[in-house]
């Protein structure tokens, strides 16, 4: 794959030159997209697999390494160890969909600036970027359970801040998100992920999905020790099929309606997925 190196200026300030380290095209050119927001970022690499990334660093020695953990020939917790030793000043952000507790101490044990998940960079990977490139440290809001080392300064930085609730403290909030997967394992992890922690927390959540990505992702929740059925049973999971769904959505604002209602008391929160 051929190198494209660029060095640009704007308003004084020198570029910030990136290298993209991921296996997956299309996660590679939505990377691309999300980094055109900023101009002074820009993409002088890509690279594959993990001997592509030593040789391209080594070359290009980039500002900042967007490094997946998965790759075809190597671990990119071992390549960002490597990464060290060839171009010590590259700052590296771990952009992956693996939410394992193990797996993230590892990748920040390398010196790594940041990780991001996968499914969440839709709203977070600029953010990250800039954390990083600040010198700061960033992790994923889904893996609030982490508590990045660093100064109290940095984690205060890098840690959402909760929003005022007002006077009498029951102002209601609205928030939305997309999210982007790049592969149905993707979707079940992230899927999964939010409504386990939506349930967990006591909140509903109505699940608009294909059975077969229902069926997966239940299985995970299971996996997870989420109590599916209770859920159920007390009408705070509520699966719906979206070609069932989407003909008729009064019913599932009815759904939604009795999710509502069943929170209203408590101030709850309602979890669309």
Not at 79 to 99: C, G, M, Q, T, Y
Not at 205 to 234: C, F, N, Y
Request: proline share 6%; hydrophobic share 40%; charged share 20%.
């Amino acid at each position: 794959m051929p190198n494209l190196l660029l060095e640009v200026t704007f308003l004084g300030t020198s570029s910030i030159r990136v290298l993209v380290v991921d296996d997956y095209d299309p996660w590679r050119r939505f990377i691309r997209l999300t980094l055109l927001a900023q101009e002074r970022l820009q993409i002088v690499g890509e690279a594959i697999d993990g001997p592509e990334a030593l040789q391209q660093v080594q070359e290009l020695q980039p500002d900042l390494i967007l490094l997946d953990i998965g790759l075809p020939t190597s671990n990119g917790i071992e390549v960002a160890r490597r990464i060290r030793d060839v171009s010590p000043k590259s700052r590296i952000l771990f952009v992956s969909e693996n939410r394992s507790p193990d797996i993230l101490e590892a990748a920040l044990s390398t010196g790594a600036g940041g990780y991001v998940v996968k499914s969440n960079a839709g709203s977070e990977l600029l953010q990250a970027v800039n954390t990083v490139l600040e010198g700061g440290r960033f992790v994923s809001s889904s893996l609030g359970g982490h508590k990045p080392t660093g100064s109290e300064d940095q984690q205060a930085h890098n840690e959402p801040h909760a929003e005022p609730l007002g006077e009498a403290g029951r102002e209601i909030t609205h928030h939305h998100e997309v999210k982007f997967y790049p592969d149905d394992s993707a979707l079940v992890d992230g899927f999964a992920g939010f409504i386990g922690a939506t349930l967990k927390s006591g909140n509903p959540v109505v699940v608009l999905a294909t059975p077969s990505h229902r069926a997966s992702i239940v299985k995970r929740l299971k996996e997870e020790g989420v109590d599916v059925g209770a859920a159920i049973g007390q009408r705070r999971y509520i699966p719906l099929d979206p070609i069932d769904s989407l003909p008729a959505f009064r019913l599932a604002g009815l759904l939604t309606g009795e999710a509502v209602t069943a929170a209203k008391e408590t101030n709850l929160r309602v979890g669309v997925g």
